[in-house]
């Protein structure tokens, strides 16, 4: 955790920015909810027990400069808000995700089978892929 904290305000600093007590609050609980992919509120509901005095536009700002900086990732799970993971592996490439229809939940799926497509594609139409996002839904286990 305190490795992925000094990376963090390694970055923030080669970006003219310091780790404030109340981004540090932030990342401590995305850390600490690591997997969960928790909404705006969601994290500012958590951060403001142990950070009484903050208030949601410094956590809007916050997710938003840890996004630009590659500390966090925004993701767009087709639930009308947006959701953040840690990237602690200071990931190039997104995984996917599962997600279940009757209970919402979102389940991660770190394998990337989708190489020989990229290549495929990229071979076809010269098209560089920098990135994919995909997004599986259906039913988990439990719900079946």
Known sequence: MESYIETVKLKLKEEGYKLTPQRRSIVD???KNEGKHLNS???????KIACPEIGLATVYRTLQ???DIGAVSKLNLD???CRYEIN???ET????H???K???KIMEVEEDLLETLEEQIEKNYGFKIFDHDVKFFGMCNSCK
């Open 29 to 31: 609980i995305m850390i």
């Open 41 to 47: 509120e969601e994290i500012y509901d958590l951060v």
């Open 65 to 67: 400069l840890l996004d």
């Open 79 to 81: 639930d009308g808000c």
């Open 88 to 90: 602690l592996n200071d």
């Open 93 to 96: 490439h997104n995984h996917h």
């Open 98 to 100: 599962l997600i279940c």
């Open 102 to 104: 009757k209970c919402n």
